[in-house]
T-cell receptor, first 115, second 114 residues
């Protein structure tokens, strides 16, 4: 079973539009961590944010915000006023305390921001 | 600020050929990982290492071997390449391998097996 589901394969938005990338996860562990990574055209994945299962506070960092809801097992990522530089593939990932260093990645969402 | 460096960046092999991908990190990280990225599959873990001299299998280890003779280097080998191993390979590292640690990635190696 897929532990991390990113149902949106590709999204295109026009610059300055807001866009939300969905991430749904599955785990039986009570202690777990959720991540978002960005993969720009250059290829290297870059860490964006980490959340632990005990911290449901939403987080905002500039134009980026993350909505963590345990009730729906979701960790969605919103980009406000999108820019061309936001064009990338975004991966959501899960790790569980009991499996330690095993990270489960979603299949990624490719975002294209059209100028 | 090299971080995680992978070589080569691109490679084309014929079926049955062998090759080694090199990953080097300069952050003194204990844990290192090899992932492959395929369309519609996300990143899948091939092998990982929890420290110098140790390696372990990940989700898709068949057809690959690894070695970690030095802490800073993690090698991924293909003894007899197959077309199914056409993929983009990423190396990653983390400081101590905890589930809450972020991964640092290399820029990837695009491998085509004909």
């Amino acid at each position: 079973a897929q532990k991390v589901t990113q149902a949106q394969t590709e999204i295109s938005v026009v610059e300055k539009e807001d866009v939300t990338l969905d991430c749904v996860y599955e785990t039986r562990d009570t202690t777990y961590y959720l991540f978002w990574y960005k993969q720009p055209p250059s290829g290297e994945l870059v860490f964006l944010i980490r959340r632990n299962s005990f911290d449901e506070q939403n987080e905002i960092s500039g134009r980026y915000s993350w909505n963590f809801q345990k009730s729906t097992s979701s960790f969605n990522f919103t980009i406000t006023a999108s820019q061309v530089v936001d064009s990338a593939v975004y991966f959501c990932a899960l790790s569980e305390a009991w499996t330690g260093n095993q990270f489960y990645f979603g299949t990624g969402t490719s975002l294209t921001v059209i100028p | 600020n090299a971080g995680v460096t992978q070589t080569p960046k691109f490679r084309v092999l014929k079926t049955g050929q062998s090759m080694t991908l090199l990953c080097a990190q300069d952050m003194n990280h204990e844990y290192m990982y090899w992932y492959r990225q395929d369309p519609g599959m996300g990143l899948r873990l091939i092998h990982y290492s929890v420290g110098e001299g140790t390696t372990a299998k990940g989700e898709v280890p068949d057809g690959y071997n690894v070695s970690r003779l030095k802490k800073q280097n993690f090698l991924l080998g293909l003894e007899s390449a197959a077309p199914s191993q056409t993929s983009v390979y990423f190396c990653a590292s983390s400081y101590s391998g905890g589930p809450n640690e972020k991964l640092f990635f290399g820029s990837g190696t695009q491998l085509s097996v004909l």
